[in-house]
């Protein structure tokens, strides 16, 4: 199961996209939140378990988090672990770039495309991204 990612009109490498359920999951201890990993391409490929292997049937919300591994605090310092280059914006339940529905059989996620987003001050991104 695949999709594709743009912020700012260039693909978000870096970025991860993960699927939360909507509800329960039958049978489960705790949920199952596929996400994937864009590539410089623009595209991720969610896993569950391992590997490229989809996520299971079910309602989802989408979110978005790009973690900048370069971003190094003012004044120096140990750096904390990397901060969200969206501040947030886009990871959460409650507000999710989008809802999708996974079906048995072959699933196409519908292209993310965010523009004119605000991205972290200090954050390494491609010019056109900026």
């Known amino acids: ?35 994937g990993r864009v590539d410089a391409t623009g595209t ?8 490229p292997d989809g996520a299971p049937p079910g309602d989802y919300f989408v979110t978005v988090a790009w973690p900048d591994p370069d971003w190094r605090p003012p004044g120096g310092g140990m750096p904390p672990p990397p901060p969200d280059r969206l501040m947030g914006k886009f990871s959460k339940q409650e507000k999710p770039v989008l809802e999708f529905t996974v079906v048995e059989g072959d699933n ?21 991204a900026n």
């Open 44 to 51: 991720y490929q969610l896993t569950s378990y391992e590997g």
């Open 108 to 128: 196409q996620v519908e292209p993310i495309i965010l523009d004119d987003v605000k991205i972290l001050k200090g954050s390494k991104l491609p010019a056109a």
């Open 1 to 35: 199961m695949t999709g594709t990612l743009q912020i700012n009109g260039v693909p978000a490498q870096g970025a991860e996209v993960r699927f939360w359920p909507k509800s329960e999951q039958p049978g489960l201890k705790y949920p199952i939140a596929p996400s």
